[in-house]
């Protein structure tokens, strides 16, 4: 059976902090990783190649290309075991040459990647603190050398090789940089670490000898063959800003300025560093990357340029941050120059790409420049919501990033892109494209998608929406809010019905094709088909051990397809599951089918894409790609069965391409013809319309300016030219005279110059008859040595010839003696050898007879250890069938402890998902202790600060202890202020009455106004009613005349013929005066008043409530007018006790007054000391009524604050009714 495929063909998205996670492949393609691989991406051409992770890959963590861009090194973890694999980059799609692994070494996974100048070797380095250093000949499979590198601690760790020389190799991390050299198998260290250790974050070699490194600290350290040459600590940066935007921040240019607020006095640290040809790129802040180029007359680098990173990009649609602030603070993990040195790109660690173009005019004329985002900002968080479109290309996903994102799959660019305040959950776009629905934390919001912004048109009050969809013909939408699904018009905006049935959340909806059903699934194992016409339940599916996460909807509505986390596809149709696929060890996420039906597709919680055919069957028939290296959240396929779009946990969006192996290969794409309208607000057109006519305005003004200006500058350039003509003319006469002085010379020094010729031709000659004359002699000399020279040479000749002879005659003696020397020799070895042959004839019979001997012996041997052999083999075979018994016993055991295996791996799994389901409780409960805590720690705030007002009113009471007797004498003065109290609570009294007179007037004048407003709404609809039975009448009436002018038309077409006219006027008759009619008419008369009692009964119902409800409302009013009079009356009470306090107070202060008088007259005559003790005990007494006096006086002032405090409420509650009440006759 043929299974279908898909190709991914676009990815929007990159993978933060991986080792060297951005190069450069040619001048426009980068490489860069996303999602579970790595991309290929043409800047200009915008073609995406993706290169897929292993099986069950969980990203990348490092990568690193070849010098010669041919080769890609990948390390990733897949599984509980690391990989480290080699592709080939050549072709068009990449293919993996090599996967390496080693025996003797500890499954790590490798944090850093480099290859060798020449491409042979491999260098790869673990994590620390128990790090190790692998160089390996990849190619062959083979580990070259291994070492392990002990560090201080965590932190990151990189490695590279010389570029110059492929055998030295460079390792830093945090307490160590290292220099290594490869030879005989082994990795031999060459530097010694001197000084501190210092946590080095990054690396570059700028030469063979040199390599710079940047640490935790921001100090910049430069290395010569392992000795610290140069060190430069660098300063935290922060963004500067132009001078015309300290009030507001613009967005001009691509770039966003951002405020002084920042922090000034952070720590700086380098994050990447990267060389170049002229010197080196660091970034020593967030968001900052410097340049700096080697002097000539120093060997030393010097600051050139300083490079900012773009907080946003101004692309073709306006794109906003709701924090630029935050948005341009990115640690920059990652840089890289192009092959030409001109285009910079960078990865930051919120998943954004930035390109810098390294020769512009703008890097020569300013000292600062500004990054650009690479193509256009990507999420930086997960996706939580995906949709596409009929009428566009388009798709919108919305994220935990809190931006909402429109992109266009045909063309593989952003259209729109905005950032709100809150989270968004879930995103769905209108089938025209305009509009799209956004479900945020606090408010559902429907939203316009305009040319260049999204505009939020309607807001509604459902919170925490997780799923929402609009219907395939855009009239009606569904919002999912907790267990109920609220359904709109998409026109009105109005609430149209409610769906209440679910226990738990509900996870995922989906329309009919024809809008008539709403099949939605729960957290309870429930799937329910809606009737929207009803509002009820038409099937339920109800399994209570899975928790549905996404359901798909073939396009007849027959058949639901629903995973969930019992990790199993289901097919449902008819309320019950037909079939139900397993998913083979990971759950599923969510669920797409095609529109034709044929295909099926599955999304897991390890980032995998499933592709299914239709039929489902039980076997592993299906077609799996590795992509995401997050669970997969959502997932569609487009209408035309072209594309498969899906979103991730890791903030990527991948574009599938899809084909039908069944159907013979790709599937006949057809010519859509997509809409190309766009919103745009009319203030828009207006701003744009009015900066058009100021810009025509300045263009005028400029070209009148710039005229004037071309005008004095040809005024200015003539003057000049007439000076320049005049200075010209006088240099050039001035030359003609130098060059005829010149030319006279000339002929002077030419004469000169024949007679030294002349001269020099004499001499010549007369040098050349000497040389002739001295070589003739030297010729003639020559040849008489010549003549000697032959002469002795033949002699030479004769004197050889003679030895020669000599020579060969006596080779000839000795030959022949050592002939006659060697025949003796042979003579004498001959008779030697017949001696041997006899000797070896007697050994050889002497041999012959031991054999004899030896044979026998043998043979009696064999017969003894034959009896032996045979009893021990008696003994063995006995052995045996006892030990096959005992194997029998074993084997049976075995099968009980497989069979105790199975249960366990059951009860494991089983286990695992209670486990997974208690973490999640766990992670819920330690929410809620967060929660909790943060309350403790504002409790035990407030009961401080509670505490430090008490101990401040300790200390002020005895502050007012202290003084309480100073105070004593103003007792007099607070008795005249009493009067005049007493005087302003009785004023305030009657101040009091008529409020409440004027109280019960508002009271019935609400009330009445509330029963004229409740008639005239009753009034009003039963208008509308009548209104429209009479609409519908004369509609009725309209088509019963229309018909019959036509029928009366095809009448008088027979009016020449009597008896057919008379025939057809009978069927008018019949047709339309007849009995029956008139029944109806008096039925539906019968069933008008039907309608008009119940609807008067209806409306009598409503009154009687609305009249109960006034009742209840008064009898409310009643009781707390009763409870505010009798606070009052007690009030009274309480002032007229303390009334007679006060006067029973004053006169015992009179009576010890009067006792005091008598005590003075009588000191002249008593001695001291009684006169000392009788004062004693009157001036006991009268602190107490002081003491009483001032209770008293502060208990009437709280009375009074608190009687005015309900005066004010009482007012309050008066006038709010008021204003509803003529708010409601205004309307």
């Known amino acids: ?217 921001g100090k910049l350290s430069l290395f010569e063959t392992g000795e610290l040459l140069w060190e430069k600590s660098l300063e935290y940066r922060k963004p500067p800003r132009k001078p015309e935007e300290e009030t507001t921040i613009e967005y001009e240019s691509g770039v966003a300025f951002e405020d002084n607020g920042l922090q000034q006095h952070s720590l700086p640290q380098i994050s990447a560093v990267a060389a170049y040809s002229k010197g080196f790129a660091c970034s020593p802040s967030p968001g900052v990357v410097l340049l700096f180029e080697k002097t000539s007359e120093k060997e030393v680098y010097e600051e050139r340029q300083e490079v900012w990173e773009a907080f946003l990009v101004q692309l073709p649609q306006d794109l906003f941050s709701t924090e630029p602030k935050k948005s341009s603070r990115q640690d920059i993990t990652c840089i890289c120059f192009s092959p030409s040195e001109e285009m910079m790109v960078v990865s930051t660690n919120k998943n954004q790409l930035y390109m810098f173009t390294m020769f512009s005019t703008k890097l020569i004329r300013e000292k600062i420049s500004y990054f650009a985002y690479m193509n256009f900002p990507l999420h930086s968080n997960s996706i939580t919501g995906l949709d596409m479109c009929i009428w566009k290309p388009i798709l919108a996903t919305c994220s935990l990033d809190r931006s909402v994102r429109i992109w266009n799959y045909k063309t593989n660019t952003l259209e729109l892109c905005k950032e709100y305040q809150e989270e968004a959950y879930t995103v769905s776009l209108h089938p025209t494209g305009l509009f799209c629905l956004v479900g945020f934390s606090d408010k559902l919001r429907f ?3 305009l040319y260049e912004d999204m505009h939020v048109f309607k807001e509604f009050a459902v919170k925490k929406c997780r799923e929402c969809s609009f219907s395939n013909g855009g009239h009606l939408f569904a919002v999912v809010n907790g267990n109920v699904i609220q359904i709109y018009s998409s026109i009105t905006f109005e609430n149209v019905t409610n769906l209440k049935g679910h226990t738990g959340k509900v996870h995922a909806i989906k329309w009919s094709e024809d809008d008539t059903k709403l099949v939605s699934c729960d957290t309870h194992g429930a799937v329910y088909e809606w009737n929207l016409l009803t509002g009820k339940k038409e099937s339920e599916c109800v399994l209570k051990t899975c928790a549905y996460s996404s359901i798909s909807l073939t396009y007849d509505a027959k058949i639901i397809f629903a995973v969930g986390s019992d990790q199993t596809l289901k097919e449902i149709s008819e309320s019950s599951i037909q079939h139900e696929v397993p998913a083979h060890g990971v759950v599923y996420t969510t669920v ?21 055919k239709y039929p489902l069957t039980l076997k592993k028939d299906f077609s799996e790609y590795q992509a995401h290296a997050g669970a997969v959240t959502k997932m569609t396929v487009t209408s035309d069965d072209q594309f498969l779009l899906t979103a991730s946990e890791d903030g990527c969006v991948f574009i599938w391409k899809v084909y039908d192996k069944e159907c013979g290969g790709v599937k006949e794409e057809q010519k859509h013809e997509y809409a190309e309208e766009v919103l745009i607000m009319r203030s ?6 009015q900066a058009i006519l100021d810009l025509q305005i300045c263009v005028r003004d400029l070209q009148t300016e710039s005229d004037y200006e071309l005008r004095l500058k040809d005024m200015y350039c003539e003057g000049k030219i007439k000076a320049l003509e005049e200075t010209f003319t006088q240099e050039i006469d001035s030359l003609k005279t130098k060059h005829q002085i010149l030319q006279e010379e ?29 070589s003739s002699q030297k010729l003639s000399m020559e040849n008489e040595k010549y003549q000697e020279l032959q002469v002795k040479s033949q002699k030479m000749e004769e004197e050889y010839e003679k030895q020669l002879h000599n020579l060969e005659e006596s080779k000839i003696k000795a030959l022949a003696e050592l002939k006659e020397h060697y025949e003796k020799k042979l003579k004498h070895k001959s008779v030697l050898l017949e001696e041997a042959k006899q000797n070896m004839r007697k050994q050889i019979e002497a041999q012959k007879e031991t054999e004899k001997q030896i044979y026998e012996d043998g043979d009696k041997e064999i017969l003894e250890l034959k009896d032996k052999y045979e009893k021990q083999l008696l003994e063995e075979k006995e052995s045996n069938i006892q030990l096959k018994g005992e194997i029998g016993v074993m084997n049976k055991r075995l099968n009980s402890l497989q069979k105790e295996l199975k249960d366990r791996n059951r009860d494991i799994e089983e286990m695992k998902l209670e486990q997974q389901k208690l973490q999640d409780i766990i992670k819920s409960l330690e929410k809620d202790i967060l929660a909790l805590k943060t309350d403790v720690k504002e409790r035990t705030e407030t009961i401080l600060e509670k505490e430090k007002h008490v101990y401040d009113l300790k200390t002020k009471n005895q502050e007012l202890q202290n003084f309480k007797f100073v105070l004593s004498y103003r007792i007099e003065e607070f008795k005249k202020q009493i009067e005049s109290r007493e005087n302003d609570i009785e004023t305030m009294k009657k101040q009091i009455s008529e409020m409440e007179a004027e109280l019960e007037k508002f009271r019935k004048e609400s009330i009445e106004l509330k029963l004229n407003i409740t008639q005239l709404q009753q009034k009003q609809r039963a208008t509308a009613g009548e209104v429209h039975k009479e609409m519908e009448k004369r509609q009725n009436m309209e088509t ?8 009366l038309h095809n009448c008088v077409r027979f009016i020449n013929d009597s008896k057919k006219m008379k025939d057809g006027i009978r069927e008018l008759y019949a047709k339309y005066v007849h009995q029956p009619d008139m029944v109806e008419a008096q039925a539906e008369d019968a069933d008008l008043q039907q309608q008009y009692k119940k609807q008067q009964e209806y409306n009598e119902r409503n009154l009687a409530v609305l009249r109960k409800k006034v009742m209840k409302d008064k009898e409310m009013q009643h009781t707390a007018y009763m409870r505010i009079m009798q606070e009052n009356v007690s009030l009274i009470k309480e002032i007229n006790d303390l009334r007679q306090e006060l006067t029973v107070a004053n006169a015992q202060v009179h009576d010890l007054q009067s006792a005091l008088r008598l005590n003075k007259n009588k000191k002249a005559i008593q001695d001291t000391a009684p006169s000392s003790e009788l004062p004693s005990g009157p001036a006991v007494l009268r602190l107490n009524p002081e003491m009483e006096s001032e209770k008293i006086i502060e208990m009437q002032q709280l009375e009074i604050q608190y009687l005015r405090d309900q005066i004010q409420e009482m007012g309050k509650a008066l006038s709010c009714p008021g204003s509803v009440s003529f708010s409601q006759k205004s309307s």
């Open 1 to 217: 059976m043929a299974g279908p495929a898909v190709l991914p063909v676009a990815v929007f998205g990159c993978r933060p902090r991986v080792a060297g996670g951005v190069c450069f492949l040619e001048e426009q393609v980068v490489l860069h990783a996303a999602g579970a691989g790595c991309l290929r991406l043409h800047l200009e051409h915008k073609w995406h190649n993706f290169i897929p992770g292993t099986e069950k890959s969980r990203g990348v963590r490092a990568l690193a290309v070849s010098p010669d861009r041919r080769f890609l090194a990948v390390s990733e973890g897949a599984g509980e075991q690391p990989v480290l694999a080699v592709y080939e980059l050549a072709a068009e799609r990449a293919r993996r040459r090599k996967v390496l692994a080693a025996e003797g070494l500890p499954a790590r996974q490798a944090v850093s990647l480099a290859f060798s100048p020449d491409s042979r070797f491999l260098a790869a380095a673990t994590a620390p603190p128990e790090g190790q250093l692998t160089c390996w000949l990849w190619e062959k499979q083979q580990l070259a050398a291994a070492v392990r590198v002990q560090a201080a601690g965590d932190g990151p760790c990189q490695v590279s090789f010389n570029p110059q020389d492929n055998t030295q190799v460079c390792i830093t991390g945090n307490g160590f940089f290292k220099l290594f050299k490869y030879s005989e198998g082994y990795l031999k260290q060459m530097n010694l670490q001197r000084g501190e250790p210092e946590n080095y974050l990054c690396h570059a070699w700028l030469s063979e000898e040199e390599v710079i490194c940047g640490t935790d600290t």
């Open 447 to 449: 939203v316009s998608l």
């Open 592 to 612: 797409a089918v095609a529109r034709s039906g044929r295909l099926v597709f599955v999304g897991t919680s390890l980032g995998a894409i499933r592709a299914m």
């Open 684 to 689: 828009d057109i207006d701003e744009k319309s």
């Open 746 to 774: 000339k002929e002077k020094q030419k004469l000169q110059h024949e007679i030294q010729l002349s001269e020099l031709m004499d001499k010549q000659a007369k040098e050349v008859q000497q040389l002739e004359s001295d």
């Open 1040 to 1047: 019963l005349i229309k018909r019959f002018k036509a029928d």
